[in-house]
């Protein structure tokens, strides 16, 4: 089958790799979509510890199951599913005091094992969620990220009346947006200085928009903070936005090697609450019925490409010249043109394997 592998650190070429197999409790999904996000582009800059190489990334995946293993009772062949990628290992102390994402020693598809950017992808069976009929491909392939900021959203106090500040208008900061501009907030502005994208923030759900926050002139601050970039500068300056006895969370993914500078005292001083948000904790589900019930991100996907177009998906990402990109690893594949989609892990997709 065909895979982008990143081989290396600033390396990644698209290739032909064996046919993944499931597992006794996994399963094969013929991948239709995968989102492209910025923990891909801190695997391709080898920037997370927890990679090695080659890998093939891509975390934020959908499509069908083909195949299942001797053990596995559902998800059942030919059901289109999303696939939650982080698996904790259950007997860690995070786990068993809850806290799945903090698990010692998590694999996750597309970060410790191989991901989305590729035809076919073995997954654990008890990961993927069966998606409702009708949902949109777009909206399906979102089903990912928007669990992680549902999780961002269940970290907050979510007190009604609140205002909200969040920076950056990418993907995960509109559907923050989106997401507390249907939980009580008073108001909710977005920050960033790629104007092109504030217009579709506030088609999301934003009530302000400027280049940077000292434009929109709240005198005592927001009770909300979001960082949706793990840029630094935003960091910094959103931590002086927080009015007294507000809330600020770090939801973007920083460079693990950075260091942001703040006050001690202004946090002490105004009783400021810091909060971290890590990746998806119980929000899969939730994140389904909320697409489900008619929540609408399919404007976020500005461009589904082929696997082809990787090194273009990733120079429109950094550009910042689109939303969010989804790549397609069935489009360049003549036999799902010629409506013969069985590919190349037709052995597996027969049923179950042994």
Request: charged share 20%; proline share 7%; aromatic share 4%.
């Amino acid at each position: 089958m065909r895979a982008v592998v990143v081989t290396q650190p600033g390396s990644a070429e698209l290739t032909d790799i064996p046919d993944p197999s499931p597992g006794p409790s996994e399963v094969v999904v013929r991948v239709s979509s995968c989102g492209l996000c910025g923990t891909d582009m801190h695997i391709l800059g080898g920037e997370l510890p927890s990679v090695t190489y080659p890998l093939v990334p891509g975390h934020e995946l959908t499509g069908v199951v083909v195949g299942t293993g001797r053990d596995v009772l559902f998800p059942r062949v030919g059901q289109r599913v999303a696939v939650d990628p982080n698996t904790p290992c259950g007997a860690c102390h995070y786990c068993r005091i809850g806290r799945g994402n903090l698990c010692e020693h998590y694999t996750a598809t597309g970060v410790t094992r191989d991901g989305g950017f590729a035809e076919y992808v073995a997954v654990p069976a008890g990961r993927c969620h069966v998606l409702p009929e009708g949902l949109s491909e777009a909206a399906a392939g979102l089903v990912e990220p928007l669990s992680c900021a549902v999780h961002g959203l269940s970290r907050l106090p979510r007190r009604p009346g609140e205002h909200y500040l969040i920076y950056g208008a990418g993907t995960m900061g509109l559907m923050m947006s989106a997401l507390v501009a249907h939980s009580g907030a008073a108001s909710v502005s977005v920050v960033d200085p790629n104007t092109r994208r504030l217009e579709l923030a506030r088609r999301m759900g934003a009530d302000a928009t400027a280049a940077n926050a000292g434009e929109l002139g709240r005198e005592h601050g927001f009770e909300v903070v979001i960082d949706a970039t793990g840029v630094i500068a935003a960091i910094e300056d959103g931590l002086g936005r927080v009015r007294k006895g507000g809330t600020f969370l770090q939801f973007g993914v920083a460079d693990p090697a950075r260091r942001a500078s703040f006050s001690p005292f202004l946090v002490y001083n105004r009783e400021i609450d810091i909060i971290g948000s890590m990746a998806v904790h119980n929000g899969f589900q939730p994140a389904v019925e909320i697409l489900a019930g008619g929540l609408d991100l399919d404007p976020l996907v500005s461009d589904v490409l082929p696997l082809e177009e990787f090194d273009e998906a990733v120079r429109r990402f950094r550009s910042g010249s689109g939303q969010k990109i989804h790549l397609a690893p069935q489009a360049g594949d003549p036999r799902v043109a010629a409506g013969t989609a069985a590919g190349s892990a037709a052995g597996t997709a027969a049923g179950t394997a042994s």
